[in-house]
């Protein structure tokens, strides 16, 4: 809590300079707790914390707090039955998705903004994804939605409505006495590596009021970025290591069951 308080203090004397949306106001006070997460080898995954303050003295309004991964391309295939058996249809494609997104709220979203702004302002997942192929029965929804359910169960999207239903999950948005707020999102292992942003939103009678963003870095360190740049940067030369190294490997294998 004295952490909290101490950002928050931080908040409230300057509010960055962030991008927000380009037609309503960015006085709402935000910021992470840490900007920069560092992945090594033994990552099983982190929680970003984003804290803020309600700029409106009498704390009316409601707060949605989103942290979203990069867009990726994405396939969903929808099962049919062919002769008794049941197999993958053709594949419908979404040229960009996120790879991770996660909405907190201090009520329901749908209590707090109507389905139009939810669409608008991409509060939910479903709104990013872009189809890129056609959809075989002209039901885009479905697809939206089956890509949304694989991704939840991977723990890449999540929701939470108000505050955790136990100490124990962390995960959440909790509002303190004036207007201050927090918002904690679980970022499992399978998340990609990559720039996220936190968009905070003030909603008031259903329309937004004022918007805020802030980055959020995730990096590899030590060896596993020394690896990955390699692979990236010196494929070519990543392949000969790797062969040379799988050849040393075997050859002190048959070497070690050679003596005994």
Not at 87 to 110: K, Q, W
Request: proline share 6%.
């Amino acid at each position: 809590m004295r952490r909290l308080f101490l950002v928050l203090a931080l908040l409230l004397c300057v509010t960055p300079a962030r991008a927000q949306q380009p037609d309503v106001g960015n006085d709402l006070p935000a910021a992470v707790a840490e900007e920069q997460i560092t992945v090594s080898s033994d990552y099983r995954g982190s929680y970003v914390t984003v804290f803020g303050v309600n700029p409106d003295r009498r704390g009316r309004g409601d707060i949605v707090v989103v942290v979203r991964g990069p867009n990726e391309s994405a396939s969903v295939m929808r099962k049919r039955q062919v002769f008794g058996l049941w197999v993958n249809g053709e594949a419908v494609r979404f040229s960009e998705a996120p790879s991770f997104f996660a909405v907190l709220s201090n009520r329901p979203l749908r209590q707090i903004a109507s389905p139009e702004s939810i669409w608008r302002y991409q509060l939910d997942p479903a709104a990013s994804a872009q189809l890129a192929s056609a959809v075989p029965d002209s039901d885009p929804s479905a697809y939206r939605a089956a890509l949304v359910r694989l991704r939840r169960e991977q723990g890449l999207y999540q929701e939470y409505s108000g505050r955790a239903a136990t100490p124990e999950q962390r995960g959440g948005l909790t509002m303190y006495q004036g207007g201050l707020f927090r918002a904690v999102v679980r970022l499992p292992a399978n998340a990609p590596i990559a720039q996220y942003h936190a968009d905070t939103y003030l909603f008031r009678d259903g329309r937004l009021i004022s918007a805020q963003r802030v980055p959020i870095s995730i990096a590899r360190v030590g060896i596993e970025r020394r690896i990955h740049d390699l692979a990236t940067n010196w494929s070519l030369l990543y392949g000969v290591l790797t062969v040379l190294l799988a050849l040393a490997a075997g050859w002190v294998a048959a070497s070690l069951f050679r003596r005994t």
